[in-house]
């Protein structure tokens, strides 16, 4: 998953490190590799402020103090990281995250590195790595823990699906049954996509498997009528969440966008989570924000995760439409799909594989 | 094996189909542009060395007018996020054999989920037709 971002953040990440170790060590400087910095030696401190036995070869003994100085503490000026902040910039653009994520992040990393003092010990790659982290820390926001949510709100708690065709939504919604019901939650489906031949059947099989209940009427029927019965069933039968799958539908189509508003009124949810794949790059930010803007989005989930290499909807998607991201699907079987944890994903891309 | 496994098997197999459409339209995307991306990488090539010569420039509808690439060095690149930027010649090659290569690799993996998806199709179309045919020898036998 997100291979080539990762590939790509880790050849930024040493073109920033060596282009601060080249203001650490310019030419003629001599003295270590910054990067593995020694302790100096006590005759060479200026704190004593007595001249040492170097007093009378002037040049080498400023030469002694610039080391010691660049071992001790570094200032990065912005004019030492524009190249390599420029090349993040396209790094981050070929990968499909969004303009003003990609500006955050790099307005970030800059902030996180210029006049900064890098400490006796610390590593240039540990500088560029925790900066890095805190710039993405900021853009991919605190996800969402829907077992937290679940626990602190009033069941049944009402979940609606929505996003455009093809996406997977029906198939994230058995899969968030499945991952709902593992954590000890009662679950109830509600087929509302009546719209798509085979759709109830599909959702039917999938709850059948999963040994959920599913409330389901014909095809051709009314969502909101569907939904509305699922909702009474789980108050009924103390059900702690309902899931409510909706038929996939683009913005701009003027009626399924008024039946969607109909059954928001009808069933009231708690949480409207957008569903759309991580493959569709910035098209799904794109398409999330008119989402966000026509309906409305608690949070999203992106599909078909393994299948990306670039993660640029997956990185932008948060910050470019203000909502969190919720869980990433990341193949066929029933527990593919993982709770999106920023930290993790951090740590993956710039230190491990996904 | 009853009717109602039959007809649970035959909705999975349904299910699976479906899925397995969606993949192949996935697989059909990415070709598409793996060969957008190489007619675009032999035009460019192509440019450098046509020098003054016209090209057809397609305006669609299968129509193409003659034009001048004033500046064939110089390249204008959708390089992500809707992001447009300008590029050498060379760069923008090299760029686009990039994204070749990252298409052919998605390829790959969406086409190895096709299989698996046909695998899962070809066992439950086996059960099926064991089934339909222990339906019959029973049928038989009870006649």
């Known amino acids: 998953m997100f291979g080539g971002l990762r590939e790509k953040l880790q050849a930024a990440r040493s073109r920033l490190g060596s282009s601060i170790q080249a203001v650490a060590a310019p030419p003629g400087a001599q003295g270590p590799e910054p990067s593995s910095p020694q302790p100096p030696l006590p005759a060479e401190s200026p704190v004593t402020g007595e001249p040492g036995p170097d007093a009378k070869k002037p040049a080498g003994f400023v030469d002694k103090i610039k080391t010691f100085i660049i071992e001790r503490e570094l200032i990065v000026s912005e004019k030492d990281i524009d190249g390599a902040l420029s090349d993040l910039e396209i790094t981050l653009l070929e990968c499909d995250v969004a303009l003003p994520a990609t500006d955050a992040i790099i307005g970030q990393v800059r902030k996180g590195l210029v006049g900064k003092h890098r400490k006796i010990g610390e590593s240039v790659d540990s500088l560029v790595v925790n900066s890095l982290k805190t710039a993405l820390a900021e853009v991919l926001g605190n996800g969402f823990d829907l077992t937290e949510y679940i626990r602190q709100h009033e069941k049944p708690v009402k979940i609606l699906f929505t996003g455009v065709n093809g996406t997977g939504k029906t198939t994230t919604v058995a899969k968030i049954g499945y991952f709902l019901k593992n954590q000890g939650f009662s679950v109830v489906i509600g087929a509302g996509d009546t719209y798509r031949a085979g759709a109830i059947e599909q959702i039917g099989v999938h709850a059948e498997r999963l040994g959920i209940k599913i409330i389901q009427h014909q095809e051709g029927a009314d969502p909101s009528a569907v939904l509305f019965d699922t909702v009474q069933y789980a108050s009924s039968h103390k059900i702690d969440v309902v899931l409510a799958d909706t038929a996939g539908r683009f913005h701009n189509k003027a009626n399924l966008m008024n039946q969607l508003e109909k059954i928001k009124r009808v069933m009231k949810p708690d949480l409207v989570v957008y569903v759309d794949e991580a493959v569709a790059g910035n098209d799904a930010v794109t398409r999330a924000f008119e989402f966000d803007k026509t309906v409305g989005a608690d949070a999203v989930v992106l599909t078909k995760a393994d299948m990306d290499s670039r993660g640029g909807a997956a990185i932008s998607i948060a910050h470019t439409i203000g909502k969190p991201l919720m869980f990433l699907g990341v193949g066929q079987a029933y527990d593919d799909i993982l709770p999106f944890e920023p930290a993790k994903v951090i740590d993956e891309l710039l230190e491990g594989g996904i | ?143």
């Open chain 2, 1 to 143: 094996m009853d009717q109602r496994e039959l007809m649970t098997l035959q909705q999975y197999l349904q299910e699976y189909g479906q899925q397995a459409e969606i993949f192949v339209q996935q697989l059909q995307l990415l070709e598409n542009g793996r060969m957008e991306a190489l007619a675009a990488i032999e035009s460019l090539e192509d440019m450098l060395t046509a020098g003054e010569g016209t090209v057809l420039l397609q305006i669609g509808g299968g129509a193409s007018v003659r034009a001048r690439v004033e500046e064939p060095e110089k390249v204008l690149l959708a390089i992500g996020a809707d992001v447009v930027v300008e590029r050498s010649n060379k760069d923008a090659v090299e760029f686009l054999k990039e994204r070749v290569m990252e298409m052919e690799a998605s390829a790959k993996k969406v086409a190895e989920t096709i299989d698996r998806l046909r695998g899962q199709m070809n066992e439950i179309n086996k059960r099926i037709e064991s089934g339909y045919q222990q339906a019959m020898a029973s049928g038989e036998m009870q006649e």
